[in-house]
Nanobody
């Protein structure tokens, strides 16, 4: 089992920045990809960004490429999502996740953190 706890959500104006953090505990996530999905009411969760735990290779959805940066601190079992140039359409609940695939079918989820971008 991998436990994931997010922090860092909040309210920000368009063009602003936020950094999300995800603390992983329990079974080491080294066998997994970890990353972030997001969800708005009435829509399915969508992939935002992922990172290969062992190599640190990042992967991004087209909608956030160039604005968001994912990173991890393997010594602390932490994953971060730096979000810059935020847009109102980035408003969502953001979920930390871990799984065998970078952009689908996560095995583990965090509880989610709300990000709201005002126009």
């Amino acid at each position: 089992q991998v436990q994931l706890v997010e922090s860092g959500g909040g309210l920000v104006q368009a063009g602003g920045s936020l950094r999300l953090s995800c603390a992983a505990s329990g079974r080491t996530p080294s066998a997994f990809y970890t990353g972030w999905f997001r969800q708005t009411p009435g829509k399915e969760r969508e992939f935002v960004a992922g990172i290969a735990w062992t190599t640190g290779s990042p992967y991004y959805a087209d909608s956030v490429e160039g604005r968001f940066t994912i990173s991890r601190d393997s010594a602390k079992n932490m994953v971060y999502l730096q979000m810059n140039s935020l847009k109102p359409e980035d408003t969502a609940v953001y979920y930390c996740e871990a799984g065998r695939f970078v952009d689908r079918l996560p095995d583990y989820w965090g509880q989610g953190t709300q990000v709201t971008v005002s126009s």
